[in-house]
């Protein structure tokens, strides 16, 4: 559906110099998936974006949607777009902006009052539709960018930091509308710093770092081998330094009561677990440090210790 073959970009600096965004890069993104792209800062991932919606042109290599090139696909078919940084004229009414928006994406007229009552209700924006823009929350006003980027039907649905903003309840809720805009004719895209927002969301996800593909993670592939090496935390209310030390020789005692296991597969944590219990333990918790995407990260990149959000 979208290939980016080869593609790369480059500026000139005020001071003439030439700077590299993005070098050599070849993907490809399929009807059906949800994809995410992750990255830290500076790695690319908005130049990327601007190629793919003809904000810019490669400066070598092609990027295509559809075999069409993306100003001519996005003029003939549309796009739905949610920017990084959402920004509606802060005098416009809510009700007013999504009508505005709805007519620029070419909804018919007889069908805008009934599409902009459905993507308001979608994204909880009923009681704020006579507000004006400026009396929004920023997590409502990333509400109402989200409602303007569901207003047409588009079979390419391009999201940049979709959840920046939104509460934790918001942000769950957004998971529940990526999966209720699943179709297999139709690819989401969503380029998000979070990734454990991306881990839940996405089928696959590319990395990218110093404007280079580094790798792409199969997530539904990838959550049993990440299993089997990354370290975990336990947490015990009863139960003795040394039995957690028999149990997993090594463990790293980080505060009362709290360990570190690593180095062991999830099958050597669960034989553990059930001695540790046996052995009168009372065990209040065990998690992985790390998301299955957080690993991968960590790899592609060499991130520090705080990967969560690569802010």
């Known amino acids: 559906m979208i290939q980016f073959s080869h593609a790369g970009k480059r500026y000139r600096s005020l001071l003439g110099r030439e700077v590299r965004a993005l070098s050599d890069f070849s993907l490809e993104l399929h009807a059906g998936e949800v994809f995410g792209i992750a990255g830290p800062n500076g790695a690319g991932k908005s130049t990327l974006i601007s190629l793919l919606l003809g904000f810019l042109a490669p400066s070598e290599g092609t990027v295509r949607i559809m075999d069409q090139e993306p100003r001519r696909y996005i003029e003939r078919h549309g796009i739905g777009y949610l920017s990084e940084l959402v920004n509606i004229p802060p005098t416009w009414r809510t009700v007013d902006a999504l009508r505005r928006y709805a007519l620029l994406a070419g909804v018919p007229t007889d069908a805008v009052t009934t599409r902009v009552n459905e993507v308001m209700a979608m994204l909880g924006l009923e009681e ?29 649905i391009v999201l940049d930091e979709p959840t920046h903003g939104l509460d934790p309840v918001w942000t769950q809720r957004f998971r529940d509308v990526v999966e209720a805009l699943r179709r297999p004719d139709r690819l989401v895209l969503i380029a998000s710093h979070n990734l454990d927002e991306l881990a839940r969301l996405a089928d696959r996800v590319a990395i990218v770092d ?84 957080e690993q991968q990260f960590r790899e592609a990149v060499g991130a520090g210790d705080d990967v969560r959000e690569t802010r």
Request: glycine share 10%; aromatic share 4%; proline share 3%.
């Open 210 to 293: 110093k404007g280079r593909l580094q790798r792409v993670v199969d997530m539904r592939a990838t959550q049993r081998d990440v299993a089997d090496v990354t370290p975990y935390r336990l947490v015990i209310a009863r139960g003795a330094d040394d039995a957690v030390q028999r149990t997993f020789p090594g463990a790293r005692r980080i505060a009362e009561g709290e360990y570190e296991v690593g180095g062991l597969g999830i099958e050597a944590v669960n034989a553990g677990m059930v001695s540790l219990i046996q052995s009168g333990a009372i065990v209040t918790a065990v998690y992985p440090l790390h998301s299955a995407l």
């Open 128 to 156: 704020h539709r006579a507000k004006r823009v400026r009396q929004l929350s920023k997590g409502n006003l990333q509400r109402l960018g989200l409602a303007q980027a569901l207003l047409c039907e588009e079979r390419v």
